[in-house]
């Protein structure tokens, strides 16, 4: 009989390498969240988008992309030296997380 997948477990030092590695791509994102910032009024380029709900929420998410990149490491690592490992890793993975919203968000807005 075969045996299912067994999970990966990495030691505390490999877990630490990880999270500097997802930092260090957070904060590489940084300045393309600014730019994003920084461009995001043209969601309002198609005059029917000002009444348009989801074109608010996309350039919602626009501006707090950067502040996202910033703050989501930040607490990994506050929650992380306090011993409470797998709220880390929830936070490191805000900025994935909205950026993938962004992306579905765009689809919607029309322009």
Request: some cysteine; charged content about 10%; overall charge neutral.
């Amino acid at each position: 009989m075969t045996e299912g997948l067994k999970p990966v477990q990495l030691e505390k030092g490999q877990r630490a390498a990880l999270l500097v590695a997802l930092t260090l791509v957070c904060l590489a994102m940084v300045p393309l969240g600014a730019v994003g910032a920084l461009f995001s009024p043209l969601v309002f380029d198609h005059r029917p988008n000002l009444l348009n709900p989801v074109a608010w929420a996309v350039f919602l998410l626009l501006i707090g992309f950067w502040i996202a990149c910033i703050l989501g490491p930040f607490a990994a690592w506050v929650t992380w030296s306090r011993g409470q490992e797998t709220h880390a890793w929830i936070f490191i993975t805000i900025p994935g997380v909205w950026l993938i919203a962004i992306l579905v968000a765009l689809q919607f807005v029309p322009g």
